[in-house]
Nanobody, 110 residues
């Protein structure tokens, strides 16, 4: 059974940086599809990044150039720079087909 645990969220000033980490037990991120989503209060969950089986990566337009997704064995990280208030959300990592972490809160204060 795959378990994903995110960490690294917190409060940061707008313009600052944070790195989220997702640790997988029972799996690793080398193969298959993985990614990060986020959800703001009262809004539907939205995708942030997708890393595909060929290791190509897509970023949502809102984060392109500011966020970087990396994987190494069973650890995935999301490096976030120049954070904006609209980046404030709960961030979830996932691994296909259906494994999700519990989420970690990111708050960027303006």
């Amino acid at each position: 059974q795959v378990q994903l645990v995110e960490s690294g969220g917190g409060l940061v000033q707008a313009g600052g940086s944070l790195t989220l980490t997702c640790a997988a037990s029972g799996s690793h991120f080398h193969f298959g599809i993985m990614g990060w989503d986020r959800q703001r209060p009262g809004e539907p969950r939205e995708w942030v990044v997708r890393r595909y089986a060929d290791h190509s990566t897509d970023y949502a337009e809102a984060v392109k150039g500011r966020f970087t997704s990396l994987t190494n064995s069973n650890i995935a990280s999301l490096q976030m720079t120049n954070l904006k208030s609209e980046d404030s959300a709960v961030y979830y990592c996932f691994q296909a087909p259906s494994s999700w972490g519990q989420g970690t809160q990111v708050t960027a204060s303006s």
